[in-house]
């Protein structure tokens, strides 16, 4: 089994078994200006620190490829309710300056089993940076 990376206990893996991978990263990070209003004047610019960072990622889950969905799913919306900071990485790269925590998901369900069950779905994560203080 290959561990690509993981985000807490959920890890990015391909094996045999499972392949749960993730795609379309993307990581965003901002800058906080003030602008000072001058009389007669143009505002002045005013650099006050940066924002912390936003990743974005989606994670195929497909029972075919060894994952229940609906569990997978559970699990990240348990880290949103419960507000849990999280570890993220991702090959030997731990990204961040502390932890991550989960602001949102959504899920688009793709495929059902003759019983109704989740079979495909695609989840898309967003996390933000939590810094300590």
Known sequence: M???GCLG???FTVSDSVIRTLS???WSGSARYATHQRH???GLLEFTGTDPDKISFDITLSAQL???PVKEIARIAKYVSSGKKLPLTIGSHVYGQYRWVILSYSVKAQT???YGN???AVLSVSL???LRR
């Open 2 to 4: 290959a561990t690509i």
């Open 9 to 11: 206990d959920v890890a």
């Open 24 to 26: 379309n990263f993307q």
């Open 40 to 42: 007669l004047g143009r």
């Open 66 to 68: 060894g994952v229940t």
């Open 112 to 114: 059902f089993d003759k």
């Open 118 to 120: 989740l079979y495909v």
């Open 128 to 130: 933000q940076e939590y």
